[in-house]
């Protein structure tokens, strides 16, 4: 079954400077990649997502990069705000199946 | 439109015991699945019903099982609760049908469960 591996399970950044967020999956038949953001005690929000058959999407400051052939994909926060602070998991699924997510990054953007 | 919506959003049990959570979808949406979430476990899959079949099953034991009704409302029992059993449990629903959006999950708040 499908696999997905995230990275880094935690990342500080300076407010303003930009966060990467990186995650690899398994099962080529994977083909919709989203990303959500978990806050404190709140539920998991999508924030952006990217299908197959595109290579990047970028909605204001933040963008996710899908590289099929190395079957990974990647999120990216520029000029990163308090309000950013929060857990980020990645996800990977094939039409009728369930949603793989990847253990999740806690991402801190310090003042 | 209304959310997902989760009930209930607390509780507290004894080990051994047995629990009940309810779920109803997005209007129109007919596919429920449901996570696990504990401290450090990130999001792990139970398993997901579509038109009151189960469609996907992930790695839990069978003391985990659910059920979606015709209005696409799901439930979901722990039986003979166990104190690993304390954890956030989300439902997630979506259209799952092939049609654009179709994948597209949106979570409920949670039920939080503590085991004592």
């Known amino acids: 079954g499908e696999n997905v591996e995230q990275h880094p399970s935690t990342l500080s950044v300076q407010e303003g400077d930009s966060a990467v967020i990186k995650c690899t999956y398994s099962?080529?038949?994977?083909?919709?990649f989203p990303w959500y953001k978990q806050e404190l005690g709140k539920r998991p929000q999508l924030i952006i997502d990217?299908?197959?058959?595109?290579g990047e999407k970028k909605d204001q400051r933040i963008a996710v990069t899908l590289n099929k052939t190395a079957k990974h994909f990647s999120l990216h926060i520029t000029e990163t705000q308090p309000e950013d602070s929060a857990v980020y998991f990645c996800?990977?699924?094939?039409?009728?199946?369930?949603?793989?997510f990847g253990p999740g990054t806690r991402l801190s953007v310090l003042p | 439109k209304a959310g997902v919506t989760q009930t209930p959003r607390y509780l507290i049990k004894t080990r051994g015991q047995q629990v009940t959570l309810s779920c109803s979808p997005i209007s129109g949406h007919r596919s429920v699945s449901w996570y696990q979430q504990t401290p450090g476990q990130g999001l792990q899959f139970l398993f997901e019903?579509?038109?009151?079949?189960?469609?996907n099953k992930g790695n839990f034991p069978g003391r985990f099982s659910g059920r979606q009704f015709s209005n696409s409302r799901s439930e979901m029992n722990v039986s003979t609760l166990e104190l690993g059993d304390s954890a956030l449990y989300l439902c997630a629903s979506r259209f799952g049908s092939d049609r654009a959006g179709a994948n597209v999950l949106t979570f409920g708040a949670g039920s939080r469960l503590t085991v004592l």
């Open positions: 019903y579509f038109s009151e079949t189960q469609r």
């Open positions: 990217i299908r197959s058959n595109v």
């Open positions: 099962d080529s038949a994977s083909n919709y």
């Open positions: 996800a990977a699924e094939s039409y009728g199946q369930n949603f793989v």
